[in-house]
Nanobody, 114 residues
């Protein structure tokens, strides 16, 4: 499984961005795809996850502002981020799980200016 993340950028507080995570390879084996965020000096944290294409879970800090979704036809998972805050700044990574084995995409930088 290979994952390709894209869609990051610079946005003002209150703005929106949509991240994409395109999967290739044995995508039918993926049972969950999540978005993680890493900021300097902090551990990588789970932001949102979609399990088996329908069950979603969010970090408390983004609930109500971020939406994760999956387009099976395009083998792509999206993270729609609205009402962005400066504390949402970080490098965002997508991770796919095949069983308990994680596959990581490269990061995409999100910067929210105040």
């Amino acid at each position: 499984v290979q994952l390709q993340a894209s869609g990051g950028g610079l946005v003002q507080a209150g703005g929106s961005l949509r991240l994409s995570c395109a999967a290739s390879g044995t995508t039918e084996m993926l049972n969950a795809i999540g978005w993680y965020r890493q900021t300097p000096g902090k551990q990588r944290e789970l932001v949102a996850v979609i399990i088996r294409g329908s069950v979603t879970n969010y970090a408390a800090s983004v609930k109500g502002r971020f939406t994760i979704s999956r387009d099976n036809a395009k083998n792509t998972v999206y993270l729609q981020m609205n009402s962005l805050k400066p504390e949402d700044t970080g490098v965002y990574y997508c991770q796919g799980l095949v069983g308990s084995n994680p596959y990581w995409g490269q990061g995409t930088q999100v910067t929210v200016s105040s």
